[in-house]
């Protein structure tokens, strides 16, 4: 059902990513949604989106209501693109921190809740990072502009998938730490730059590697360590790239290009091999994210990154919100949570 005829914000809708346009009965919909006050937003996102969800299904066409069922299944293409899910009329300047202010933009919130609930995802965080934020902003500062991370925007974000330390669902074994995110739900609010969010399918990586590399990355022989973004750095130790998902069938990925390591020759070759494919030209495909689109990556099945581009710093740079999801099966496999805050995460 993924509309081909669509352009990809200007390029032919590569493989393995669906196109879904907003028609504006859904649109009307989606705004015609319960208000929530910002401060349950921003406290209760899970719950919040929960009952957004459910009462956007209840008007929901069938049609529609399969789509969002499909995309958390197992047979959905990776990468889906929702466009024209409603933002709001006026948007404050870009933020230059992390923390969202639902109140600044409740519209735009409460729409990516809404879809995010309606497909049956839950919302989550991890305790021990830097920003425990369940809605994150993504947008350059000045003084990250140099670094490779999200607040960056000089310097290139590079191929990774999100909290390549935590555990693979499904029951990893010697792993004690909680699963990494099912999805990625990216939301654009503005982005007059036009800078691409690039990304890979694993089919395509695995595509062109020889066998024995894709066995190699399958051996539990890597270390795997978090980055700056944790105030507490988790390590796994003897721990496989690649894994089967149980319940889903696809293999699973792990990566962050700069914490991982291996004494074994051949799964150092491997790793080589592999890091030359998330940097090929023919395997890297690109998106330029515009107002009210959303974006939906199944995290372990693609990578993704940023180009390099020129802010501001005015108010007016690229800014997309971030949210960390997952199926039912993983939310129930987490390792501890906190009272006060009963869905974030320990890793």
Known sequence: MADGSLALSKVDSPAGVSIWTLPADIRSRVESLSTIAPAILAADPDGAARQLGAELRTSLPQEWAGIF??????????????????????????????????????????????????????????????????????????????????????????????ISQGKLPGGEPGVTVSPSPDFLVLYCCRNDEGAPTTFCLLDTILAGMPNWAVDALKEPKFVVSGGDSFTTVNVLDKVALLRPDPVTGWLQLRYNGTNITTDDATCAEAFRIL???????????????????????????????????????????????????????????RVCTDEAKPNSWYV
């Open 275 to 333: 890091e030359e494919r998330l940097d090929d030209p023919e395997v890297v495909q690109r998106v330029k994210l515009e107002p009210g689109d959303l974006l939906v990556l199944e995290n372990r099945r693609t990578t993704h990154g940023r180009e390099p581009f020129v802010a501001r710093h005015d108010g007016t740079d690229r800014w997309l919100l971030r949210l960390y999801t997952v199926r039912e099966s993983t939310f129930e496999e």
């Open 69 to 162: 069922d499909l995309i958390a299944s197992a047979n959905a293409t990776p990468i889906n693109l929702f466009k024209g899910v409603p933002i709001d009329p006026e948007l404050p300047p870009t933020p230059v921190d992390g923390i969202n202010d639902p109140a600044q933009i409740p519209n735009a919130v409460k729409s990516m809740l809404a879809v995010a609930g309606a497909m049956g995802l839950r919302i989550m965080a991890y305790e021990t990072m830097t920003n425990t934020a369940f809605i994150r902003n993504i947008s350059p500062t000045l003084e990250h502009a140099e670094k490779m991370g999200s607040y960056g925007s000089k310097v290139k974000l590079p191929m990774h998938t999100e």
